[in-house]
T-cell receptor, first 113, second 114 residues
């Protein structure tokens, strides 16, 4: 399967703990996106990479959030000092060009207790 | 700025009936428009997209959508609903001037009644 993969699929953590999610995009895709989806809402853009460069960040991405894509392949999204409001589905997508389709992974569902 | 409004958070149709899911957009530049479908606990799958050219776009699973610039709409239709169409549907508009990130509507949950 050469689709976008995300790990873990589910994460339950206690408030104040740090969590890290991983996204593996489709191998030839140079663009990688992170979105957050809360219950009953559509996905909201968090950040975007072109190769290893993080080129845009949403105001939703507070200082507790950091994303990396060190070699232009997989990406990680870390949330420090988690809060209950961070509970959501975190979606990763990748694409190969300016107007190319974004292909989404299955998401990581985070629950903060 | 780009935004999307989906009218009707829940739509119910009988199996075999017409499916119509409404989407209106706002964009300061010529829009690229998308419909995605999401099944429970899964990511989003592209149904169809409009970038340029023909305004009637055909997608997978028998769905199609028509870009109407004068009405700023991109409604999704399917002539005959199938039970397997039950899912959440999201309309999105793309930021074509920067990251090309997607702005999604709040979604429409489609229920198909047997």
């Amino acid at each position: 399967d050469t689709g976008v993969s995300q790990d873990p699929r589910h994460k339950i953590t206690k408030r104040g703990q740090n969590v890290t999610f991983r996204c593996d995009p489709i191998s030839e895709h140079n663009r990688l996106y992170w979105y957050r989806q809360t219950l009953g809402q559509g996905p909201e853009f968090l950040t975007y990479f072109q190769n290893e460069a993080q080129l845009e960040k949403s105001r939703l991405l507070s200082d507790r959030f950091s994303a990396e894509r060190p070699k232009g392949s997989f990406s990680t999204l870390e949330i420090q000092r988690t809060e209950q409001g961070d509970s959501a589905m975190y979606l990763c997508a990748s694409s190969s060009g300016l107007v190319d389709t974004q292909y989404f992974g299955p998401g990581t569902r985070l629950t903060v207790l | 700025a780009q935004s999307v409004t989906q009218l009707g958070s829940h739509v119910s149709v009988s199996e075999g009936a017409l499916v119509l899911l409404r989407c209106n957009y706002s964009s300061s530049v010529p829009p690229y428009l998308f419909w995605y479908v999401q099944y429970p606990n899964q990511g989003l799958q592209l149904l169809l997209k409009y970038t340029t050219g023909a305004t009637l776009v055909k997608g997978i699973n028998g769905f199609e959508a028509e870009f109407k610039k004068s009405e700023t709409s991109f409604h999704l239709t399917k002539p005959s609903a199938h039970m397997s169409d039950a899912a959440e549907y999201f309309c999105a508009v793309s930021d074509t001037t920067g990251a090309n990130n997607l702005f999604f509507g709040t979604g429409t949950r489609l229920t198909v009644i047997p």
